[in-house]
């Protein structure tokens, strides 16, 4: 008898478990991401294990960043590699529709009137590890993104 409660209720845990992964969304199913923040190109999956188990250990330490759009409106500048190594590694982004206690945060207002483009290569360049193609893809995608930068804008 006491087997058969023991054996219902690893079911019932296992029931429960599949339902709420199945309700879990992923951070990218809610979050908007600036276009500026995608000039970077995202770690590996085993940079983003390693990265979120750091997090599992340590906390967030550098918190990831929007901007504000105006009203309620926002998108994600900075913290792409943070939020997916966050659910690799099954810590809880969301609780109840608002940032779980984990994630550490912070915005940008319109009225501070940043270039986002500006922001993300000021934010990201010197932390991370680039080879010499990345960069390479980096510039382009900056002048594509801004092609008032390049000395070739008048070249038509």
């Known amino acids: 008898m006491e087997a058969t409660k023991k054996k219902r209720r ?5 029931i429960a478990d599949v339902k709420a992964k199945q309700e879990r969304k992923s951070w990218r199913d809610v979050i908007a991401v600036h276009p500026a923040a995608d000039l970077f190109p995202m770690m590996s999956e085993s940079e983003l294990r390693e990265l979120g188990e750091d997090i599992k250990k340590n906390g967030m330490r550098i918190p990831i960043t ?8 926002a998108a994600l500048l ?4 943070r939020l997916d190594a966050m659910e690799l ?3 809880d982004i969301f609780t109840d529709d608002k940032f779980s206690k984990q994630v550490r945060w912070n915005i940008w207002l319109p009225e501070k009137q940043i270039d986002p483009y500006d922001y993300v290569l000021s934010a990201n360049v010197h932390r991370r590890h680039l080879t010499t193609q990345q ?5 382009a ?11 070739r804008a008048d070249c038509d």
Request: glycine residues 14%; charged residues 40%.
């Open 66 to 73: 929007f901007l504000g759009l105006g009203g309620d409106v």
């Open 78 to 81: 900075d913290g792409r590699n």
């Open 89 to 91: 590694a099954g810590i």
């Open 141 to 151: 995608k900056v002048i594509k993104a801004k092609p008032e930068l390049s000395d």
């Open 135 to 139: 960069k390479r893809e980096l510039v």
């Open 10 to 14: 690893d079911v019932d845990d296992f």
